[in-house]
């Protein structure tokens, strides 16, 4: 009753409208032709308050929609200029019939059938074989959402009739064997989705809601969405439907608030809205009441430049509006052309003109667009320069020039006017290239094809409409003109829009929770760093390299050694140079005063042998030999001491074995002894220089390995023997007054050697490994300095400056073993005389 009612109203409403003059537009929606292209076109929207159906009737869609009108007339344009020209499909005309979607699937079945049913009839045949069929169009431009084109794309893709969409563009519809004729002049979401990922990574926000609207369009670019995102670390804090605006309920609008409070919790500055138009008004309309803080809304295409969204009051508040517009081509006389259209459709003598060019289908269809007739210029001037025009423009041509081959014309005329059936006009499109205004399209193996976007940013000059700047351009990645952008926050400030923020040079990520975008930051230790930025762990650096604390790169360790110049090695060779003077001057003073009683005493000749022994010590790379040679001196004297001491009767005896060729061949003895151990020390256990990477952190340590501690105790062994014996000989042995005790200096000197050496061995597992080397040449040195020290040095200091000590009466102790060396004693009685 209230349809009724309604209906009723809308008539009444036109037949009392005389002020409004009526146009004859939708009598002009139909050309006859050669070859016929069927239009599916959204002249109309269907009133919201419409009833719901339950009868299979005719559907009235009442509300005008201007863009469907539009784009009709781009159809009618580009026909009309392939009939006009020449070059393309000479001789052939083109018709056209467009009908209404009204946006709706019930309202699109029926042209679409109408489309399919044979020529000069309205009947679909049922056949085995529709090879020979002869539909009534030969190719379908339309329809303009993914929603019909899913539906039609069907359809026509069984009986293989090409349909070029210049609107649909969900990826669903890029599958070729779901819709085999299926082809669009746009490219598909992805593409756009594409983009808009690289557009959040270029602005390095990757912690974003998506929104989706509740349809085939938002929900399959929300899911493409959410893949491509997550390959580029982009986190999807929240993902949302948004119920489309069908339905108004109080449910839905609790959804719409459900997401919206969802969007502000999770504290995203950043939304992805992929959306129809309806339905991002919705939001928007909710958005604005609740006064939802700014944010970067990334639009798709679908509503960045809708009139219901940029017409809705109080946009302005809801922040930055940013999104990808296909580029095209411009097609600057088709203005010119709808004004021309408009205006002859006022002129009474040209509609009475038009007369029926195709056979009407009003009974079964109804009026193509009742609405198109009562308009005036103002009601779609804003919808001009829409930039989905061109792509309607260019579905026309790919079929003219599918057709064009198909019929193998050429620039003279086509020689075989034989008709093309639909299905063979489709095997020409696949992989088309045609040249579409400036641009060259071609279509791909999924029936896309590409096309650059611009970056559209809404701007506004004080309370008027947004105007719509290009800010950058994706030709495969984006490019992008920072300066340009104005961001409707604070300060024009650039949203960040992170869940953490940046982690710090040299330190990692530790996810915490669901997304990897949330994280804390831990700072990687020395000897550890981080390899690449996105790392979760630090990578440890190779042993030959070093790093210090939270770094991102490794460094190589320098070789670390003892060097000249190093503070130790200065104050060693110090040391040695101090040793070696002294024992050179002890040497020159004991050679040059070798037959005076001190020097007879502490050995003679052997004695000047066991100083130039102790100066090598400290100059020889193997002191062990040297040693034995200085030791075994001290020893021979300690003998002598003993046995003097101990065994007064038989020393006499024993004293040859400790005095002249047998004291020497003892000594050789000795020396070949530990000879043979060094040989054997250094032949089993070669020297080798070996690498430490474990001590220092920073260096690499090179040293000389110590093999064999046990041969290397052995070789020490004899010496410590020697010098063991020494003591023994000699810490008991007393001396009569007013004589020299020769014993206590070798007591001394033994006991600097052991002290020296005992000390060394705690030390040196003290001090840190690069300083073992000098702590062990420290060791020598002391060892020999401290026994120049104890006896030779004051024997020099008697030699020097207390003379008159240097007689045969004050080294009695010894002399009195027997009768001394007859060709040496005068020569000491000389010195003792001269020193009186
Ligand atoms: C086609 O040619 C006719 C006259 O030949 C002209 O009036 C019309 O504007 C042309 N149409 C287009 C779209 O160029
Ligand atoms: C369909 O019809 C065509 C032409 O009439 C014929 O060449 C073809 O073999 C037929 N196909 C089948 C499966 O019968
Ligand atoms: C991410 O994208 C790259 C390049 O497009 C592709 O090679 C890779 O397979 C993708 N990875 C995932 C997990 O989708
Ligand atoms: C958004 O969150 C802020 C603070 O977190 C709160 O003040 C505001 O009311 C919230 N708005 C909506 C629409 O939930
Ligand atoms: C109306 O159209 C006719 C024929 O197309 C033309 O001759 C006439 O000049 C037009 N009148 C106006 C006012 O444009
Ligand atoms: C066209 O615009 C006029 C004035 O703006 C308006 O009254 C009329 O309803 C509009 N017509 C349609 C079909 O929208
Ligand atoms: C066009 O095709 C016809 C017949 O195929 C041929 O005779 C003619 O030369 C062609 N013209 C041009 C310009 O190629
Ligand atoms: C095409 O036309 C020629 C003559 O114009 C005719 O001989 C031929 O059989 C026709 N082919 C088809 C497929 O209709
Ligand atoms: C970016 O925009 C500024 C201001 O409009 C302009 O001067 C500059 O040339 C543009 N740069 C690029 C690379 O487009
Ligand atoms: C309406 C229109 O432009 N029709 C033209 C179609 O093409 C033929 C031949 O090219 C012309 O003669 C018509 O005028």
């Known amino acids: 009753m209230w349809a009724f009612l309604h209906c009723l109203g809308l008539s009444l409403g036109l037949a009392y409208c005389p002020a409004q003059a009526k146009l004859c537009i939708s009598r002009q929606l139909r050309l006859n032709g050669d070859y016929i292209l069927g239009g599916l076109f959204p002249f109309g929207v269907r009133d919201e308050d419409a009833p719901q159906q339950s009868r299979p009737e005719g559907m009235l869609c009442t509300q005008f929609s201007a863009i469907g009108l539009l784009w009709a007339l781009a159809m009618k344009m580009a026909i009309e200029e392939i009939n006009n020209s020449s070059a393309l499909l000479p001789g052939v005309s083109l018709g056209y019939d467009l009908y209404d979607t009204c946006s709706l699937p019930m309202v699109t079945m029926k042209p679409s059938l109408l489309f399919m049913s044979q020529s000069k009839s309205r009947d679909i045949g049922a056949y085995c074989n529709y090879t020979q069929y002869w539909p009534r169009v030969v190719a379908v431009i339309g329809p303009h959402t993914s929603e019909l084109a899913l539906i039609t794309g069907k359809l026509f893709g069984f009986f293989l ?3 070029v969409s210049y609107g649909a563009s969900t990826d669903r519809l ?15 979401d992805r593409v756009q989705l594409e983009a808009i990922v690289d557009l959040l990574s270029l602005f390095d926000w990757n912690w974003v809601a998506a929104v989706g609207s509740d349809d085939e369009y938002g929900r399959q670019g929300l899911s493409i969405f959410s893949s491509l995102a997550n390959n580029r670390s982009i986190c999807v804090a929240h993902e949302g439907i948004l119920p489309l ?3 108004q309920d109080p449910q839905d609008l609790g959804k719409v608030g459900n997401i919206l409070q969802q969007i502000n919790q999770s504290a995203v500055q950043v939304v992805v809205l992929f959306s129809t138009a309806a339905a991002a008004r919705t939001l928007f309309q909710y958005c604005i009441q609740t006064r939802v803080t700014p944010k970067v809304w990334v639009a798709s295409e679908a509503w960045l430049v809708s009139e219901l969204v940029v017409k809705l009051p109080g946009i302005q508040r809801v922040g930055t509006i940013l999104g990808f517009l296909l580029q095209g081509s411009p097609l600057p006389e088709f203005s010119d052309y709808v004004a021309r259209c408009l205006s002859q459709a006022a002129n009474q003598t040209f509609c009475d003109s038009l007369g029926e060019t195709l056979p009407s289908e009003e009974d079964v269809i109804g009026p193509q667009c009742p609405q198109c007739d009562h308009i005036s210029h103002e009601n779609i001037s804003a ?11 260019a579905a026309v041509y790919s079929v003219a020039h599918a057709l064009h081959r198909s019929l193998g014309c050429n620039a003279s005329g086509c020689p075989s006017r034989n008709a093309t059936r639909p299905w063979e006009l489709v095997s020409k499109m696949y992989n088309l290239r045609f040249p579409a205004r400036s641009l060259t399209l071609q279509f791909d193996d999924s029936g896309n094809v590409d096309m650059n976007y611009d970056l559209k940013l809404w701007v506004w000059h004080r309370d008027e409409e947004p105007e719509l700047l290009t800010v950058g351009t994706f030709q495969g990645s984006l490019e992008l003109n920072r300066s340009q952008i104005h961001w409707h926050s604070q300060g024009n400030k650039e949203p960040v829009s992170r869940c953490s923020r940046e982690c710090e040079e040299g330190q990692v990520r530790r996810v915490k929770g669901f997304h990897s975008c949330c994280y804390d930051c831990l700072s990687c230790k020395a000897g550890t760093y981080r390899k690449n930025r996105d790392d979760l762990t630090c990578s440890r650096c190779p042993e030959h390299q070093w790093s210090p604390d939270l770094s991102t790169q490794c460094f190589p360790r320098p070789l670390r050694f003892l060097a000249w110049g190093e503070p130790v090695v200065v104050a060693l060779l110090l040391l040695l140079l101090l ?4 024992s050179l001057a002890a040497l020159g003073l004991f050679c040059h005063s070798r037959g005076s009683p001190l020097v007879q005493a502490s050995g003679g000749s052997l004695s000047c042998f066991g100083l130039g022994c102790l100066l090598l010590v400290c100059l020889s790379p193997l002191f062990h030999l040297p040693l034995t040679g200085c030791l075994g001196t001290l020893f021979l004297r300690a003998a002598e001491v003993f046995l003097a001491s101990e065994f007064p009767g038989r020393a006499g005896r024993l004293r040859s074995w400790l005095r002249g060729p047998r004291a020497w061949l003892l000594l050789v003895l000795l020396l070949l002894a530990e000879g043979a151990l060094c040989a054997w020390y250094l032949a089993a256990f070669p020297q080798r220089m070996v690498t430490d990477w474990q001590v220092l952190p920073r260096e690499a340590l090179v040293h000389c390995q110590v093999r064999s501690w046990f041969s290397f105790g052995v070789m020490h062994g004899v010496n410590a023997a020697l010098a063991f014996l020494c003591f023994l000989g000699t810490f008991m042995v007393q001396s009569q007054a007013g004589r020299y005790n020769l014993a206590r200096g070798i007591t001394f000197a033994m006991l ?7 000390s060394f061995i705690p030390l040196l597992a003290n001090v840190p490994k690069v300083y073992q080397p000098a702590m062990q040449m420290a060791a020598i040195l002391l060892c020999a300095l401290g026994i120049l020290t104890t006896f030779y040095l004051p024997k020099c200091y008697l030699l020097l400056w207390q003379q008159h000590l240097n007689t045969q009466e004050f080294f009695q102790s010894f002399l009195e073993l027997g009768p001394w060396d007859r060709g040496k004693e005068g020569e000491g009685k000389a010195t003792r005389d001269r020193s009186q």
């Open 161 to 163: 009739m090409p349909q």
């Open 174 to 188: 890029s599958n070729r064997e779901m819709f085999p004729s299926f082809f669009r002049t746009i490219p598909s």
């Open 245 to 247: 605006p069908k339905a």
């Open 383 to 393: 919808g001009l320069q829409h930039h989905q025009t061109f792509a309607v423009y």
């Open 579 to 582: 040793e070696t003077g002294l």
């Open 752 to 758: 600097a050697y052991f002290i020296i050496w005992i």
